[in-house]
């Protein structure tokens, strides 16, 4: 690959990026950006290997069924290619990847099956000012679709943009790339092809190298386009993708303030006074970029609990007694008279590097939660590939970075 006129080996052993999906495109994602030397790769999912997976997903073995996806993954990765650090996180993005995690990556590849996921990695990357790289498969056709950053030139597509009014008001139920899953649940899966899922893969991350050496070369861009393939018939599309300007989920970018943000693993009361007075707002009112998940009550068993958490599922909480959906009581924000205003975002499952926004008289300045490393592994040891760690420079946060 040396040979490439273009080509910038070191670039791209020093290329970040994340990849949300452990499934079988995001295997073949993996595949191709350790044997290019992509340098570190965060890999998230909140499933558990299948026998259904072993026959499409090429890191996956016997001895996998009934582990976590992306530690999975994330281990043969390295396997293949040590020189490459590969780290899996497993659980739900929108409880493990902050704003400030993604804004260090070069692009987020977006390898789901379902609408909520999409949407949120979508305004994250949106929020952060990074290319997002979406894949989606059906039985015979193949999508990949470029969410940039907006340009001088010209506003950019967010995910959520190209969505029907009723995709968006069923947002809450988990839905298969390209409409499917319903589909996909009475036929025991999504029908699709290893070929296909290779196809999209290589087209997703053939786009990443060439945004990685956008100033090395004048191919043209697919940035806010899709490409289209149809498999069963030999035809492929470009074209422009929608911009609604009244998307109600479109994410404007944002920067954190340059001064040290709060730390996460003080208390609520603590990092709103550390916001207030940076910004010199002391009404200021902060807004959580996930809501707080305080407490439930069942309307028909008469169950409560206090739960206190980061909430990120895509439906409503469910009795854990009777599966009745329960009443929550859920938070947005932080104006400081709380009851729990002395617990720390850490304690309730904020991801580390959350931006977090206070808001007061027209103004919004965003601060970034630094200061511990919740969930995400070290980088020596659990079941990541490459085992150096992060060196003394790396930023404070506990990042894979």
């Avoid at 396997?79 to 902050?98: E, F, I, S, Y």
């Avoid at 910004?279 to 009550?297: D, F, I, K, M, N």
Wanted: aromatic fraction near 6%.
């Amino acid at each position: 690959m040396e040979q490439i006129e273009w080509w910038d080996a070191a670039r791209v052993r020093g290329a970040r990026c994340v990849v949300a999906g452990a499934g079988a495109l995001g295997n073949e994602v993996v595949k191709n950006l350790v044997m290019l030397g992509w340098g570190e790769v965060v890999v998230v999912d909140f499933d558990t290997v299948e026998e259904s997976n072993l026959s499409r997903s090429v890191f996956f073995g016997q001895a996998d069924v009934g582990r976590p996806k992306a530690p999975a993954l994330a281990a043969a990765a390295g396997r293949l290619n040590p020189d490459c650090r590969v780290l899996g996180l497993d659980g739900d993005l929108r409880l493990l990847l902050g704003a400030g995690l993604v804004q260090r990556s070069d692009v987020v590849f977006g390898c789901l099956d379902n609408l909520g996921g999409r949407v949120a990695l979508s305004q994250l990357a949106r929020q952060a000012g990074r290319l997002m790289i979406d894949g989606g498969l059906t039985t015979w056709e193949g999508t990949v679709q470029l969410f940039g950053p907006d340009t001088a030139d010209a506003p950019q597509p967010c995910f959520a943009c190209g969505l029907s009014s009723a995709d968006v008001e069923e947002l809450a139920l988990r839905q298969s790339c390209l409409a499917y899953e319903r589909r996909a649940l009475a036929e025991g899966g999504v029908p699709t092809t290893p070929t296909l899922t290779s196809t999209v893969a290589a087209l997703m991350v053939q786009e990443a190298l060439k945004y990685l050496h956008r100033d090395r070369h004048d191919q043209r861009s697919a940035l806010g386009r899709e490409l289209r393939i149809d498999m069963a018939n030999g035809r492929f599309w470009n074209h422009a993708l929608p911009i609604d300007p009244d998307c109600v989920l479109h994410r404007e970018p944002a920067a954190p303030d340059a001064a040290a943000g709060p730390d996460a693993g003080d208390s609520w009361r603590k990092v709103l006074a550390h916001c207030r007075t940076s910004a010199r707002l002391p009404e200021g009112v902060l807004q959580l970029p996930a809501r707080l998940l305080l407490s439930w009550e069942c309307p028909v068993c008469g169950r409560s609990e206090q739960v206190m958490r980061a909430h990120a599922a895509d439906g409503p909480p469910v009795c854990p007694h009777c599966d009745a959906d329960v009443i929550p009581l859920f938070a947005a924000h932080v104006e400081g008279g709380e009851p729990w205003i002395d617990l720390s975002p850490a304690e309730m499952g904020v991801p580390p590097w959350t931006w977090l926004e206070l808001r007061a008289e027209g103004a919004v300045v965003t601060f970034e939660l630094s200061g511990t490393r919740g969930p995400l592994p070290e980088a020596a040891g659990s079941e990541a590939a490459g085992s150096e760690a992060a060196g003394s420079d790396a930023p404070e946060g506990g990042s894979p970075w």
